[in-house]
């Protein structure tokens, strides 16, 4: 999600804090596209945040060393029965992501008052059918996607959606809710909905018995367990030129940059193919095996991992919008899986004049090795790879978060830096904050800790 923002974004004006303008998803987002409009700023008095000094999080100034675990002990007497009121002219409704109709109204909500660049030459278009994947794994509820409609016009204005899920947080599994696509109509920003929906979704997932959130923002909020900065690898350089996407560097010349992105035609790493459904299994222990490396990590079922990974690849692809890639590495003499690598698919707009309509980008998703001697070089090859078939796939760009392992790769593969990171936080749980290791952490077996979580 590199520039400040122009004072004459509406979305901007205020301060986040307050969260008037619905920071914590819209900024996780201006991240994706290489931009952060906290570039370079650390946590402002932590007497401002009004809102979340009054939630169950970790504050600034809290020594929180030694003491992990939940903040808040919930009384359910206490939970109020009946949903928060709203100001009038404005009613709460749900989105179900299985009805074609509302998945519209969403669309259409996040295509026009989500996120654009500060230029307003770029925005991201989460396609129907990658809304319906997102939000739709097992054990997602309707209640749990809420919208809030304008009461004359039946308007779709306001969203939040949650999805339950576990992590595993150090040696501790718990049960949260993944809160994603926070977004406010633009002419709304001043209402104070935000907070709304936030006291909303946790009062009916305190209902149901969940009591801890995860979530990511660019916005430094109380108080980041990690921090993740984006990185960047061009596919189709003079594409991302011509739209604006990329710029010439100084000293080099355009030939220079197509050469220096240039990738074989062919994978290198023997057995690999396209998962299978039979491949499940399989890459579950691994997954699950491979993830124990990190402090902070997913807890996937099979069930999970199905939708994830398997369900919208290769099929399930309607109007040919495929949503994920994944790939195994089946060792040719045991006819083992021993590795595996995925990405998914998010389209960036170009609203600027340009030979392009829109940028596709392939954001790295969950990958494992079998053996973590000489890790670094089986990374290398296993991502290198990814790069090619999303390259045959007809992308413009490659992103990455710098957690997991990431850090044996990226430089080697030339990914760029991007500006700002991405914040992850928890909601009602305490935790000492993970630290994001170098690349000599990561090596030869060497248990890295930091962030093994991917939020969409």
């Not at 074609?100 to 996120?115: C, I, T």
């Not at 045991?334 to 004049?353: C, G, M, N, P, R």
């Amino acid at each position: 999600m590199s520039d400040l923002p122009s004072s004459n974004d509406p979305s901007l004006t205020k301060s986040s804090l307050n969260l008037d303008n619905a920071t914590v998803s819209e900024e996780s987002a201006k991240l994706r596209m290489g931009e952060s409009r906290d570039k370079g700023r650390g946590p402002r008095d932590a007497g401002t945040y009004k809102f979340w000094k009054t939630q169950p999080v970790p504050q600034f100034n809290e020594d929180g060393k030694g003491r992990g675990g939940p903040i808040k002990k919930v009384n359910l007497d206490e939970v109020p029965k009946e949903r928060y009121p709203l100001l009038d002219g404005f009613e709460w409704g749900t989105i179900d992501p299985e009805d074609k109709k509302e998945v519209g109204e969403l669309y259409e909500l996040l295509s026009n008052h989500y996120v654009e660049d500060d230029d307003s030459n770029f925005r991201l278009n989460y396609s129907p059918v990658f809304l319906k994947w997102a939000l739709t794994a097992p054990g997602w509820q309707k209640q749990w996607h809420i919208g809030v409609r304008a009461s004359a016009s039946q308007k779709l204005v306001a969203f939040i959606s949650g999805l339950p899920t576990n992590i595993n947080i150090h040696t501790q599994t718990i049960k949260v809710i993944e809160i994603n696509f926070l977004c406010i109509h633009k002419r709304l920003r001043s209402k104070r909905l935000a907070p709304l929906l936030i006291k909303e979704i946790t009062r009916r997932c305190y209902i149901q018995g969940i009591y801890q959130a995860i979530y990511t923002a660019a916005a430094v909020l109380p108080t980041p367990v990690a921090s993740c900065r984006y990185y960047h690898r061009a596919l189709d350089w003079l594409k991302l030129y011509d739209s604006g996407f990329s710029h010439l560097p100084a000293n080099t010349t355009k030939a220079r940059q197509v050469a220096k992105y240039h990738l074989p035609s062919t994978t290198q790493t023997p057995g690999l193919r396209l998962m299978q459904a039979g491949d499940l299994e399989a890459v579950r222990e691994l997954l699950e095996q491979y993830l124990q490396r990190f402090d902070i990590s997913p807890a996937f079922s099979i069930d999970e991992l199905r939708h994830w990974l398997f369900l919208e690849a290769g099929q399930g692809k309607e109007g040919g919008k495929q949503v994920v890639w994944a790939y195994v590495v089946e060792d040719l003499e045991t006819q083992k899986i021993t590795d595996f690598v995925s990405f998914y698919s998010i389209e960036s707009a170009v609203l600027s004049h340009s030979q392009s309509d829109v940028i596709r980008t392939a954001y790295l998703y969950y990958y494992a090795a079998h053996r973590t001697q000489n890790l670094q070089q089986r990374l290398q090859g296993l991502i290198n790879d990814a790069l090619i078939l999303a390259k045959k796939a007809r992308f413009d760009v490659f992103n990455a978060l710098r957690l997991q392992d990431n850090d044996l790769f990226l430089e080697k593969l030339h990914f760029g830096c991007g500006d700002g990171q991405l914040n992850y936080y928890l909601f009602n749980y305490r935790v000492e904050p993970v630290v994001i290791e170098d690349e000599s952490a990561c090596l030869d077996g060497q248990r890295p800790g930091g962030m093994g979580v991917i939020m969409l």
